[in-house]
Nanobody, 128 residues
Framework: QVQLVESGGGLVQAGDSLRLSCAAS????????MGWFRQAPGKEREFVAA????????YYADSVKGRFTISRDNAKNTVYLQMNSLKPEDTAVYYC?????????????????????WGQGTQVTVSS
């Protein structure tokens, strides 16, 4: 069982930066692929970024590529999402997710239904 707690959301202006954190409980964090997803009002939840269990592979949605960076610190059981050059269209609730997967397949790490555990979400609002 893994519990995930996100933090770091807030209200910022377009062009600003934010760093989201996701703290995970449990002893086997390093055995999990981790992902960030987001859901804007009236829209379905969508993939944002993912990182393999070792941190050796990362994947991004086209809409955030070059602006967002996902990373993890397995010693701290934490995954991060550094968000730069934020845009109003990045406004959403951001969710951290974990899947028990020791691998680096892009299709699995991007697929929402592959994730076993989810955080409660943190709101990010970007004003224009």
């Amino acid at each position: 069982q893994v519990q995930l707690v996100e933090s770091g959301g807030g209200l910022v202006q377009a062009g600003d930066s934010l760093r989201l954190s996701c703290a995970a409980s449990g002893r086997t964090f390093s055995s999990y692929g981790m992902g960030w997803f987001r859901q804007a009002p009236g829209k379905e939840r969508e993939f944002v970024a993912a990182i393999s269990w070792s941190g050796g592979s990362t994947y991004y949605a086209d809409s955030v590529k070059g602006r967002f960076t996902i990373s993890r610190d397995n010693a701290k059981n934490t995954v991060y999402l550094q968000m730069n050059s934020l845009k109003p269209e990045d406004t959403a609730v951001y969710y951290c997710a974990a899947q028990a997967y020791i691998g680096s397949r892009k299709d699995l790490l991007q697929r929402e239904r592959q994730y076993d555990y989810w955080g409660q979400g943190t709101q990010v609002t970007v004003s224009s």
